[in-house]
């Protein structure tokens, strides 16, 4: 049994928009849509559970069968997963982006069963641009981007490996992400790798993008 939790409780001020982002429409159909029929059709998601703004939840509808559970997120992104988790019932739980649609299939399989033989797994993509090390307004060297790798979702791990992680550090404020939890109770976590047009959406030229994929 594996649950996946997609986080879409966020407000995207930065997206500039009175609908919040995983609502507007893209391809015909409300953006969260897009990311949870990704993993409607994955063999190895039994189960998902989605995190909405408490004012969303009332009006929302949705066909997607494997959908189980709807709850209210908190005030970060910390505490919407947490709440996600606390109705979880997989052994394995992978942690998605609502703003993420263009994950593919064959990427959440493989994440999460990575994670069933690690404990952990994160997907990530190469760093494609030269990256320099600043201080203050001086650029002090470049980094080498061989070993560097942007984490992308979903994020998986064996859910009492993530329930450890929050019961000792889901207070930490500064956790951008659940590896970050993860690491900090010293757990290795494997890499995945992913592809690097699995973006989320922050901005309103990020749908075109999108759009695009999608309608291919």
Do not use: W
């Amino acid at each position: 049994m594996n649950t996946a939790i997609i986080v879409a409780a966020g407000s995207g001020t930065r997206f500039g928009s009175d609908i919040p982002k995983q609502f507007v429409k893209i391809a015909g159909l409300p953006l969260i849509e897009h990311t949870l029929e990704k993993f409607e059709t994955c063999p190895s998601v039994d189960e998902i559970v989605l995190v909405l703004a408490a004012e969303e939840i009332s009006d929302y509808r949705s066909n997607i069968s494997k959908l189980r559970k709807v709850v209210a997120g908190g005030a970060t992104r910390a505490q919407s997963v947490r709440n996600g988790l606390a109705v979880a019932t997989g052994e394995i739980v992978a942690v998605h982006d609502g703003a993420r649609p263009l994950v593919t299939v064959e990427e959440i399989e493989r994440t999460i069963e990575m994670a069933a033989k690690t404990g952990a797994a994160c997907l990530v993509a190469e760093v494609s641009d030269t990256i320099k090390h600043i201080e203050g307004s001086e650029i002090i060297r470049t980094v080498d981007r061989t070993k560097l790798r942007r984490a992308l979702t979903p994020q998986a791990f064996k859910a009492d490996i993530l329930q450890r992680a929050f019961d000792e550090f889901g207070a930490d404020e500064s956790a951008t992400d659940e590896c970050y939890l993860v690491e900090k109770l010293g757990v290795p976590i494997a890499c995945v790798e992913g592809s690097s047009r699995n973006i989320k959406v922050t901005r309103q030229e990020d749908l075109v993008f999108v759009e695009e994929f999608l309608r291919q």
